[in-house]
């Protein structure tokens, strides 16, 4: 693998020559490995066009190493040279070929007295060995980028002089695969400069997943049910559950300690290879936030030298693999004597009730009993022992014995038998035997899986002007929109306000594209003949593979596209036309990589990266999570007459989400996995949801089934203490129409890392979401669309994975109902405004109390207080950093153990009315009868009605203050006018302290000097005037 760095032009260097001018040339070094550009003698602006190569070991991490790209001016005729700047870019940042943009770099300094200035821009990229050779033997033309400069939007065509590339010299060219020291071996391509028009054309591009998500090794469980589980039905749980509602503690709702055994308390024992694993031995491995579990592995790998049947001269053979009670099946092959399986077998420790394990192979047969072909037994009691990372155990060839195992038959069978844990390779994709009634699509179903999300751009499309638009019908001048579709996005731009040929619109229009681009981008040029009916003037079309990538503010080139004729315009008689005369549109479209796409709810964000690769920071620390087991579930479905739940469980943090194995009808599931993420900031949330598998075999009907909810939880990154396990056990909680309810129990053991102390402290400091979100922000309205489009591509993308991760189970881990109407919601926002307001209340009783002299010994405090800030103004500040210093100090003993989960009594969940649920799960629009929905509205009319009051009491409030110099009342503005320069006189005179003074001690003084009417400033401003009475 090769590292690329195309070093393409600068801009406004400095001049270092003496002369007004220098001479740049560039040194990259990577790794220790260096190589420099030619020099450019005499320009401010140089343009390079080179690629220099570096080796670039693709299995090594890079994520905290930089490519550091230094200019500097060659000094002419004494040899030296002198610094113009350099760029250090982290290796995090590198893409694939395909990928790469064109980014231009800010010029840094080296220490804080030299002075430098001026841009470079760059191309980083990842090359095979093999493509480089090509273009060592093919070296390509390298087109001009165009300068930041020029803004020529109205060229309609672009033209492209011939380039040529100089020969490479590869006489010092040798790659030496043998050495295990890194050599700087750099080639560099030279090539002529070209037209500054020229055109770059840009492939379209892969989506990558990244090592971190395909290399972690999750790890499953299994659970055997007790009898009392398997006797308990529907009815019992949901009287029990309703009376447990009914008398419940005030502390079920609350995060509680668990105490489970992780992987980091494990005992060290046994080796590759050992025995004894009867006796309870325990090994360590690298899950260490899970329990370990113990798994018997059967591997069939093949067979040879089968013996044929006597009746059809043939052999259609299977395995069967039987341990005690427990029996599974390969699938069987036609007429094949030498047949090949390759299919691994697990059995749970906990569910072994033999000490012999059978491996059978049989001859299916279409009428009657399958003949026996052979066996093999295995003593359990002799079975080695593996751990990864221990390289698998290598299958042997084992000769069959007959069915009382008194001698060898024909026939020999591959088999390997160990035992493992669940962080062995083979676990994902074995048959278990707890799922052995699940056949079909359904043995997919159940695995566990590692999802990618689709990488997510906004595609912005600018609609400027169209020219010799032509109605359909010729009497009339036309109202032109435009309409553009993208997928099932469908977006138009408002009609001309002028009724002309020529109209003119410059409007955006932002859609969201995932890769691979897919899709089609599809234009038409609309006429409204009136409100029912428009005509197509034409139409346009283009694939968004090709469109521009941009990550940054600077403008995009516009283009002149011609539209193709629509309708009648489109007959074959009128296509001679067509070269001389057609409608055409100035468009400026491009694929925005400096925003990050929002695919779930801002206040419960998991990533805030920007879409371009290039532009993502090194991660600040590691998440790993330990989903370890649910307790307490309540049976979901009727299962043969019984209450059954098949459990799974999914997270998802970033671009990243992952779903457990689903253990079958259990109701208290252990799933003892662990996945990792890198973190890249710590204000954002993860999200973890439990579900019912409602999708175990083949008779369901497409769509028919719904996955079930069954709880989620959310932990906020920025509440964990650094390098610290919390095992805690959160409550599963859901809101029904019936009233909240608690669902279960699920247990996690959770462990943030952080990787850099000083990057974490800079990030708090960062703004929230990438630049481009302040610089041309969107309106709160295209954010809304914009989120609700990305969590249907995603969903739908999501949805067609195997398994697939169904869409309602996406939807609710989005939350993609948070913004529809309710007033349980509404109440509680209310609530927490005024839990906020009511330190401030409690604050003005307090500082009422001792002005009313209610506490003696607190009002001669702060009396003291005040004189000594009157007399020492200069203490304020630090007495006030010093009281928060001192509270924050106070509060740490009390700092929460647990991180915080979702507050029925602050969600307003437990005080909620039936009708207000009952309207919060209803559809939109409603679904609900006539006289419910009056009701409903009737009950918003008088919310409404209130709350307009309180605006309309601000309103005048604020017009009041307005009026004291509006002249509106003239007298009171004549008093207050008056008042003002009384003042201003007074206090020029009289020294700030003395004023202070004199007022802090008339407004703390005694009760006795006070009087119960209301204060004159008081009655003054309630009889300013407002415009209420200008009111209809």
């Avoid at 681009?517 to 197509?536: A, G, I, N, P, R």
């Avoid at 954010?783 to 969903?795: G, K």
Wanted: some cysteine; charged content about 25%.
């Amino acid at each position: 693998m090769k590292l690329v760095v195309e070093v393409i032009d600068a801009h406004d260097l400095i001049p270092k020559d003496g002369e007004g001018s220098s001479s740049p040339y560039v040194e990259v070094d990577f790794e220790n490995q260096t190589s420099r550009t030619k020099t450019i003698p005499k320009n401010l602006h140089p343009i390079w066009n080179q690629r220099i190569f570096f080796d670039f070991d693709k299995t090594k991490s890079y994520h905290h190493k930089f490519i550091e790209v230094s200019v500097y001016n060659e000094k002419r005729p004494v040899p030296g040279r002198s610094f113009l700047g350099r760029v250090r870019i982290p290796c995090l940042n590198i893409v694939r070929q395909g990928e790469e943009v064109y980014q231009s770099f800010k010029l840094e300094n080296k220490s804080f007295l030299s002075f430098v200035k001026g841009e470079i821009g760059l191309k980083i990229y990842t090359l095979p060995v093999s493509e480089t050779t090509n273009l060592i033997n093919n070296p390509p033309c390298f087109p001009r980028p165009p300068s930041p400069a020029s803004n020529d939007s109205s060229s309609v065509t672009e033209k492209t002089e011939a380039c040529s590339c100089s020969s490479l010299d590869l006489t010092d060219l040798s790659i030496d695969h043998t050495k295990t020291e890194v050599t700087s071996k750099v080639l560099t391509e030279e090539p002529k400069k070209v037209s500054e028009e020229s055109t770059e054309i840009r492939p379209a591009t892969t989506d990558w997943i990244q090592k971190h998500q395909v290399m972690q090794q999750p790890a499953f469980s299994l659970r055997k049910r007790s009898p009392k589980e398997v006797e308990s039905t529907m009815h019992h749980h949901q009287v029990n559950q309703q009376a447990h509602h009914l008398s419940h503690d005030e502390d079920e709702y609350e995060v509680k300690e668990a105490n489970p055994n992780l992987g980091e308390r494990w005992a060290v024992g046994g080796s590759y290879g050992g025995r004894g694993w009867m006796s309870g031995e325990r090994m360590t491995n690298t899950f260490d936030l899970v329990e370990q579990m113990f798994y018997l592995y059967v591997r069939v790998v093949k067979a040879k030298d089968l013996p044929a049947s006597s009746i059809t001269s043939s052999c259609d053979p299977y395995v069967e693999v039987k341990l005690g009670n427990y029996k599974g099946r390969t699938k069987h092959f036609e007429k094949k004597m030498n047949p090949e399986w390759n299919q691994v077998f697990a059995f749970s420790k906990e569910r072994i009730q033999s000490s012999s394990l059978e491996v059978f192979v049989k001859d299916k047969e279409m009428v009657g009993r399958d003949d026996y072909l052979g066996r093999v037994v295995f003593d359990l009691n002799e079975i080695p022992t593996r751990v990864p990372p221990d390289s698998p155990l290598a299958p042997q060839w084992y000769r069959l014995e007959d069915r009382r195992g008194e001698g060898k038959v024909r026939g020999e069978i591959m088999v390997a038998v160990w035992m493992g844990t669940q962080a062995d390779e083979a676990f994902t994709d074995s048959w278990h035997a707890d799922a052995a009634s699940v056949y079909g699509e359904g043995v997919f179903n159940i695995r566990s899986k590692v999802y990618v999300s689709p990488k997510l751009w906004y595609l912005r499309l600018n609609v400027i002007e169209a020219q010799d638009i032509v109605p359909n019908d010729r009497s009339r001048l036309p109202e032109v929109f435009v309409k553009v579709q993208v997928g099932s996005q469908v977006l138009k731009t408002v009609i001309c306000p002028a009724r002309t040929a020529n109209p003119m619109w410059n409007e955006d229009l932002v859609f969201v594209a995932a890769e691979p681009f897919e899709e089609q981008l599809l234009l038409t040029v609309e006429d409204q003949v009136h409100s029912s009916k428009d005509d197509v003037l034409g139409r346009l079309s283009f694939p968004l593979s090709t469109v521009e990538k941009r990550l940054d503010h600077r403008p995009v080139h516009s283009r002149w596209f011609n539209l193709e004729k629509f309708g009648f315009g489109a007959m074959e008689s009128d296509r001679r036309n067509e070269l001389k005369f057609s409608s055409r549109i100035h468009l400026r479209v491009c694929l925005e990589g400096g925003y990050h796409v929002l695919d779930e709810s801002t206040m419960c964000i998991s990533d805030q990266r920007p879409t371009a690769k290039q532009l993502w920071k090194p991660p600040v620390g590691i998440l790993e999570v330990g989903i370890l087991n649910a307790q307490g579930l309540l049976p979901m479905k009727m299962k043969d007459g019984r209450g059954s739940t098949d459990a799974y469980c999914v997270a998802k943090y970033g671009q990243k989400w992952v779903r457990t194995r689903t253990i079958l009808n259990s109701f208290s599931p252990k799933w003892n996995e662990q996945y990792t993420w890198e973190v890249y900031d710590p204000c954002t949330v993860i999200t973890l949801g439990v579900f019912d598998n409602c999708h175990l075999g083949t008779h369901e009907k497409p769509g028919a089934a719904r996955d079930s909810r069954i709880g989620k939880v959310r932990i906020r990154l920025s509440t964990l203490e650094a390098h610290r396990i919390y095992t805690s056990s959160y409550p599963l909680i859901v809101l029904h129409p019936t009233g909240v309810k608690k669902m279960g129990e699920l247990q996690l053991a959770v462990r943030f890392t952080s990787l850099s102390l000083s990057h974490m402290i800079y990030i708090y400091g960062h703004p929230l979401l990438p630049k481009m979100h302040y610089l041309h922000p969107f309106t709160v309205k295209q954010v809304e669309n914009l989120r609700y489009q990305a969590m249907n591509i995603v969903a739908t993308r999501l949805s067609r994975a195997e398994p697939p991760l169904r869409k309602e189970v996406v939807e609710y881990m989005l939350d993609v109902d948070s913004h529809m109407w309710s007033m349980r919601r509404s109440k509680a926002n209310f609530f927490r405004v005024m839990a906020l307001v009511s330190g401030i209340i409690s604050a003005n009783h307090w500082f009422g109390d001792v002005c009313q002299w209610k506490n003696p010994i607190t009002s001669v405090l702060v009396h003291v207080l005040f004189l000594i800030l009157i007399w020492y103004p200069g203490l304020i500040l630090p007495t006030l950093f010093l009281y928060m210093f001192l509270i924050g100090i106070w509060n740490y003993r009390y700092r929460p153990k647990h991180p915080p989960h979702m507050d029925t009594k602050l969600s307003w969940a437990e005080a909620a009315y039936p009708d207000e649920l009952d309207e919060e799960f209803d559809t939109f629009p409603t679904s609900r009868p006539q006289d419910a929905v009056r009701m409903r509205y009737d009950r918003l009319r008088s919310v409404a009605g209130r709350i307009q009051t309180v605006v309309g009491d601000v309103a005048t409030q604020g017009e009041r203050f307005q009026s004291l110099l509006s002249w509106r009342d003239p007298r009171a503005t004549s008093l207050f006018i008056v008042f003002c320069l009384c003042a201003a006189v007074v206090l020029y005179v009289t020294p700030f302290r003395v004023v202070s003074l004199v007022s802090g001690l008339y407004v703390l003084r005694h009760p006795r000097f006070r009087s119960k009417l209301p204060s004159v400033p008081s009655n003054f401003f309630k009889r300013l005037a407002a415009q209420t009475d200008s009111m209809l």
